[in-house]
């Protein structure tokens, strides 16, 4: 699908979508807690399908009607699927569930895009290594089988905090009580609290006994609860950046004391705005594209912190500059720095490409409000925000679908 933009002015008022992580973390709790759960606020974005996907595959029940799901809970110790569990495009949902299909002696295969499956699982190897547990990544899926036993971790702490969660959710479940000791440094911890509020959601206790030590005791039970799901500051950073670089525009359904780790995008945009600054990215990594974007429309920025952005969706700091340069700017990338300078800002000077990648699309649309433009590939936004255009469009700004000259 390819978008065109034309540039124009954003009023009005827009509300935040909802949190795609605190979506996975919800579910996941409704999923493995005895009863019926109901969570709101769901937006059926492909990530959290895919999550949805995976829980009824693992025998849980899922019902979506409007933005709820009715959940009906399953122990997944005694889950025995009869097809693969598939996770679509979603790094979250195939890292969450891993753990959950150690939790049995069933051997449980996971499919997936070719992207998705290419994306680091050593942590996972390494573990079920060491348990003598089987695990194969092959033949475009992975496979494996428990039983995973309680005990200590030690997990590297600049991995995805993404490992952790997964175990975090499945080792309450286990009988006896285990110790997640993180190897500083610690990276992405605010998305290691959302868990542990996720788990508190449901009834279950894990804690922080000091900066690297987490415990999560054994023998627990997952109880069902109605909840709703908050607003997400990432998916906002997008309209606030349109209130930096166009024009200001206010942004509803955000929690003001959220444990989002992205809630920081306003402070990092002003920043922006008012001058060059040098921003660490390392605990908000899915800032790095809309950031870089109103870097390239000021007067530039210096990022650290931005190594772990070649294992997303794209190798994200290479694709924005790519893209950024057709605008003028160029961008120097280095192994865990990125540096943003604005030469010649301008309309850009061919078709943009999203790089498969939704904050790619996203955050270059932000840009094309500026300039207008098109991009190839826009259709990515459904990964997250499947209504992003409509919502852009409410704003004020000119979005059309176009026909490719490709034929």
């Known amino acids: 699908m390819n978008i065109r933009i034309e540039p124009g002015v954003t009023t009005g008022r827009v509300t935040a979508p909802p949190s795609k992580s605190m979506a996975h973390r919800l579910l996941i709790g409704a999923g493995l807690s005895e009863g019926v759960s109901h969570i709101a606020g769901i937006a059926p974005n492909e990530d959290v399908l895919a999550t949805i996907d995976c829980l009824n595959a693992l025998g849980a029940k899922c019902t979506l009607s409007g933005d709820t799901v009715t959940v009906q809970g399953v122990n997944p110790k005694k889950s025995a699927p009869s097809t693969p569990l598939g996770c679509r495009e979603s790094g979250s949902t195939l890292r969450f569930f891993i753990p959950l299909a150690l939790l049995g002696e069933q051997k449980i295969a996971f499919t997936g895009s070719d992207t998705l499956l290419s994306r680091p699982l050593g942590v996972y190897a390494d573990l079920c290594e060491k348990q003598k547990l089987h695990f194969a990544q092959q033949n475009g899926q992975v496979t494996v089988r428990g039983p995973l036993s309680p005990g200590r971790f030690d997990i590297p702490g600049d991995i995805s905090s993404q490992f952790i969660t997964g175990l975090l959710f499945a080792l309450p479940l286990l009988e006896a009580d285990s110790v997640l000791r993180l190897i500083p440094p610690v990276e992405s911890r605010s998305y290691i609290d959302l868990t542990l509020s996720a788990l508190a959601a449901f009834g279950v206790k894990a804690h922080w006994q000091d900066d690297y030590t987490l415990l999560i005791p054994g023998n ?188």
């Open 220 to 407: 627990q039970r997952y109880r069902a609860a109605d909840k709703t799901v908050e607003g997400d500051y990432s998916g906002a950073a997008f309209f606030g950046a349109l209130s930096v670089l166009n024009s200001e525009i206010e942004i509803a359904g955000l929690d003001p004391d959220s444990l989002q780790g992205d809630r920081v995008y306003a402070r990092h945009l002003a920043a922006i705005a008012t001058g060059t600054p040098t921003i660490d990215i390392t605990d908000c990594p899915d800032l790095g594209p809309v950031l870089f974007a109103a870097a390239a429309a000021k007067q530039g920025a210096t990022f650290t912190g931005t190594r772990r952005l070649k294992i997303k969706e794209s190798d994200r700091a290479a694709a924005m500059a790519e893209e950024l340069k057709k605008f003028g700017t160029v961008v120097t990338v280095n192994e865990d720095s990125v540096v943003i300078d604005p030469v010649d800002f301008h309309r850009p000077d061919a078709t943009l490409f999203g790089h498969n990648d939704h904050r790619i699309v996203m955050s270059l649309a932000v840009l094309l409000t500026l300039t207008g433009g098109e991009i190839k590939g826009a259709e990515a936004v459904r990964k997250s925000f499947p209504d992003f255009f409509h919502k852009l469009s409410a704003l004020h700004i000119p979005v059309k679908e176009v026909i490719s000259d490709e034929t």
